[in-house]
């Protein structure tokens, strides 16, 4: 996932952030989002009008993620379709207007909110009925104060770092919300959604347990994180490592051979043992840097474009998580034997639609 930058590729690094107390390289605060945003989000997630015995939910979602954690809880009682296509930029996607036809028959959207997905909502917005119900998951989950605002998404620009799932925790609170809004939205299942939750619940606490187990592995002066795109700010504080810049396009013009003179330079400067690129946004460039400056190149993170292809076993939100932590811990020198261990298979089916 991109936010639109300036036109050449930088690192936000600066040394003194390793001393930051949040472990991400930011500042917490509610710059120009509203006060009242947590509140009001809670709200709107609350209302709604519930559907009739008899008939079936229809459920829209945005990125693949969220489309993951709420059919494990949903299951085979709603049908459920995905918005955002996967490897597709969710910070400027701009849903075709033939969305609008399905949000019009939708009962709940869920999305992330914290500003990310605002085309979306603002069709959502023109389009749902009277009686569906957005819900923004992330804005619901965490309070105003805790937001992070960072290198990549400053304080001043009004937009915080939206990447709450990556963070077991705060992807836990997610799965709460959609149980809670599901039993509400759709009384007659009540029972086989808490009990999908309550499974799916366990096993986000058990690749939570598995990731502070696996982090104890890691040397305390390799748990850094220098990465494609500014994904794991809220993972970073929540689990003690440090975020120390993002190098991100905002398009993928190539940097002049002095922009990445000076990138070779600041990366010998920070000691990463590695550098974090992405699998849906390959970049030639972070290769280059990498060998130069012998820090190892590691192309395959991923944040919201689930492994795999929709079928496979992999390709769920638990899939995802496992996917990234393993590839994280290995290459800073930690052991991943907790994170290799975890069951991620789906506690249902899935039957979703995601969009390719």
């Known amino acids: 996932m991109l936010p639109q930058r300036s036109k050449v590729i930088w690192i936000g690094i600066a040394l003194s952030l390793v001393a930051c ?62 918005l955002v296509p996967e490897g597709t930029n969710s910070h400027t996607f701009e849903p075709a207007p033939s969305v609008a036809a399905l949000l019009a028959k939708t009962d709940v959207l869920f999305s992330n909110g914290l500003l990310l997905e605002e085309p979306t909502k603002d069709l959502a917005e023109k389009n749902l009925s009277n009686g569906a119900v957005l819900c923004e998951l992330g804005t619901a989950a965490l309070p105003v104060a805790d937001y992070i605002y960072d290198f990549s998404f400053p304080i001043e620009g009004g937009k915080p770092n939206p990447h709450l799932w990556t963070n077991p925790p705060l992807a836990r609170q997610y799965a709460e919300i959609v149980r809670d809004v599901l039993v509400r939205m759709d009384p007659a299942h009540t029972d086989a959604y808490r009990s999908n939750a309550t499974v799916f619940i366990a096993r986000i606490n058990q690749l939570d347990a598995a990731m502070v187990a696996a982090t104890a592995t890691v040397p305390a002066n390799q748990r850094k994180l220098l990465t494609y795109h ?41 000691g990463v043992p590695a550098i974090f690129g992405s699998e849906v946004f390959p970049s030639p460039v972070l290769e280059q840097i990498g060998a130069e400056t012998n820090v190892k190149y590691v192309d395959v993170l991923r944040d919201d474009d689930l492994p795999g292809k929709p079928g496979d076993p992999s390709h769920s939100f638990l899939g995802l998580m496992q996917f990234d932590y393993i590839t994280m811990v290995l290459a800073l020198g930690g052991d991943a034997a907790a994170l290799k261990a975890l069951d991620i298979s789906d506690v249902n089916i899935d039957t979703a639609e995601y969009p390719q």
């Open 230 to 270: 500014d994904a794991y700010a809220y993972f970073a504080r929540t689990y003690g490592w440090t975020v120390i810049g993002a190098i991100q396009p905002s398009n993928f013009d190539e940097p002049t051979a002095k922009e990445i003179a000076n990138l070779i330079t600041q990366v010998r400067k920070t």
């Open 21 to 82: 107390s949040s472990g991400s390289g930011s500042t917490s605060g509610p710059a120009t989002a509203s006060k009242n945003a947590q509140s009001t989000a809670r709200t709107a997630c609350d209302t709604g009008t519930a559907i009739a015995a008899g008939e079936r939910l229809r459920i829209s979602s945005t990125v693949a993620p969220i489309t993951s954690i709420v059919t494990n809880i949903a299951g085979d009682y709603a049908d459920i379709a995905g």
